[in-house]
């Protein structure tokens, strides 16, 4: 276990871990779905609301600059954080979903033309899917998939193979949120410029996990969600590189994204908030800042070998148990702390109901990805994922529920 972090007082940060759940001390394990938010997060909302609510960016009084400044400052942070060469290339929008409904939808509809192909993996949430099935739709551009081999994993030939002088959008996921497979999107990015294809990374599960460098990977667009990175639900990012922001139509339009607005016609205000339409989600924003201070706080490498720890301790515990009745899925070498598995003649519901009766919360169904369900035979897992909160003791008591499960069913 890593000695530099100190896990006991990382949990008293987080208040909802003191939460009984029937009757048993909570034990989060859907941290893929959501994770829980610390102290700092939630007193940052409160605050806002107390002490600084105003309407942001168009107000000479205080309290108007005081919120500005402190949703403009997490902005600020945002662009440390994943090292963009500007502020004004990260734009705040409702969550992962929505930053890439608004580059399929500006960007994509801008440059696809008949026969041209957007480029996905098997493996995408359906938020990295359905929208580029309705901009092909609607420009007559065509999906193409890079396939998933049985261990979860994508091969980097096969992937290289698929990036053809067609592909003009190669758009992927990172980390898979239903297997924790880790994908190789660095030479997939460099492969794609080679062609002239643009490349968007969702780094909705990687953001907490790795120390992100825009510039670094060269991606051309990239999605995060807040509320997977220990901060506020309803709230994302899209980072853009300035040229395409620039170049690209708004996605939704009224206030605040004008310059100057006439009866029959409008301008566009500057980057970023010609992509900010109405009054934004202002003490999520502010609140966020306290989230990313978390994260660099601790230090993504600490919190990436926290986590990598459990992941070993579980499934060695996994195999120690001998659990007959489990099966893994998603069993690359290359993962996060994600676990997704079935437990034989048992609905993953069921498993699901019956791990929280003992106070243990895990995820259940297709985790938005039913292709990838479809491609193993199934229509959906149990999933177990960590945070830097969660310790071996925990996972021991999961392994005990988990016996007990199997137990009943031998
Ligand atoms: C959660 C998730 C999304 C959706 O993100 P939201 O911010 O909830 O819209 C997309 N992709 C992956 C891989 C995710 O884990």
Not at 119 to 126: G, V
Not at 201 to 227: E, G, N, T
Request: proline share 3%; net charge negative; hydrophobic share 40%.
């Amino acid at each position: 276990m890593n000695q530099s972090i100190d896990i006991a007082s990382i949990r008293a940060q987080f208040p909802v871990l003191n939460e009984q759940v029937n009757g048993k001390p909570l034990v989060y394990f859907d941290n893929a779905a959501t994770t829980q938010k610390p102290h700092s997060v939630i007193n940052a909302l409160q605050s806002y609301y107390q002490h600084d609510n105003a309407n942001i960016h168009r107000s000479a009084h205080t309290l108007a600059a005081r919120a500005t400044e402190h949703f403009e400052a997490t902005r600020e942070m945002l662009k440390l954080f994943i090292n963009a060469k500007e502020s004004a290339e990260c734009i705040f929008t409702k969550g992962v979903t929505e930053s890439i409904n608004l580059v399929a939808a500006s960007y994509g509809k801008l440059v696809l033309k008949p026969g041209d192909e957007v480029l996905l993996t098997e493996m995408e949430h359906h938020s990295n899917l359905v929208p580029w099935q309705r901009i092909c739709a609607e420009t007559g551009a065509v999906l193409k998939f890079i396939p998933v081999e049985s261990d979860g994993s994508i091969h980097l030939e096969t992937a290289l193979a698929c990036i053809n002088s067609k592909v003009k959008i190669v758009s992927m996921v990172w980390v898979s949120n239903a297997l924790g497979t880790i994908n190789p999107i660095q030479t997939i990015i460099e492969t794609a410029h080679g062609i002239g294809a643009k490349v968007m990374i969702d780094a909705a599960q990687a953001a907490s996990h790795f120390k992100i460098d825009v510039q670094a990977l060269d991606c051309d667009f990239m999605a995060l969600s807040s509320h997977k990175l220990y901060g506020p639900t309803g709230l994302g990012v899209l980072y853009g590189k300035r040229e395409l922001l620039a170049a690209m139509p708004p996605y939704q339009s009224g206030g605040e994204m004008i310059k100057e607005v006439f009866l029959t016609h409008s301008t566009y205000n500057e980057l970023p908030y010609k992509f900010e339409a109405g009054t934004p989600n202002i003490a999520d924003v502010i609140a966020f800042k306290m989230a990313l201070k978390f994260v660099s706080d601790i230090g993504h490498d600490s919190i990436a070998s926290h986590e990598n720890s459990l992941y070993h301790y579980l499934l060695n515990a996994i195999n120690h148990a001998s659990l007959k009745q489990l099966k893994l899925i998603g069993t690359s070498s290359n993962k996060i702390a994600v676990q997704s598995f079935e437990i034989e003649s048992l609905h993953h519901f069921d498993v699901g109901l019956l791990l929280d009766a003992s106070g243990i919360a895990v995820r259940t169904g297709h985790h938005c990805t039913q292709p990838l369900m479809r491609k193993f035979g199934i229509d959906g897992t149990v999933r177990a994922s960590f945070a830097i909160y969660n310790t071996t003791d925990e996972i021991d008591y999961f392994i005990a529920a988990l016996q007990k499960i199997c137990h009943r069913i031998k």
